[in-house]
């Protein structure tokens, strides 16, 4: 029998161009389906506005790049690849947009050092350095290498 794990969802964000794009979410949740393909489900139900950024990749083979934040507001955002699998409209006019993929494999040290790598070629230094240090590690903003 194929063990699921169900957790809240607190956030998603979608990568677009040279930032993320964060969909205020009503509810969410997340499934790790913990299959040997490491496949997870996330759910958004979010505003009708949001709609037209999804329908058109339904049934597509666009990956997305999205982040989202489990369980609890202050938790490090998790990063996955993901395929959009359907969108529905519900009565009270919302959406909800179902997504499957696979959880990214950067662990915390190697993105710190990909991090600081970066902050220093951007002249950060002391204080300022260790600020943006704290605020970009919960944030965890793209780097491009």
């Known amino acids: 029998m194929k ?12 990568f677009q161009g040279d930032g993320f794009k964060r969909y205020f979410l009503e509810d969410g949740i997340i499934i790790n389906q913990e299959s040997s393909h490491q496949s997870w489900v996330l759910e958004i139900f979010c505003d009708a506005e949001y709609a037209d950024d999804f329908k058109h990749l339904i049934n597509t083979d666009t990956i ?3 982040r989202a934040v489990i369980s609890y507001p202050d938790n490090e955002p998790a990063a996955f690849r993901v395929l959009v699998q359907g969108l529905k409209y519900t009565s009270d006019g919302r959406i909800s947009v179902l997504f499957k993929g696979t959880l990214k494999t950067q662990n915390r040290q190697q993105y710190a050092e990909l991090l600081l790598e970066h902050l220093i070629k951007e002249g950060l230094e002391s204080d300022a350095l260790v600020d943006r240090f704290a605020r970009d590690m919960k944030e965890r903003p793209r780097i491009k290498p």
Not at 3 to 14: A, D, N, W
């Open 64 to 66: 997305l790049e999205v």
């Open 3 to 14: 063990q699921l794990k169900t957790f809240k969802l607190m956030s998603f964000e979608v």
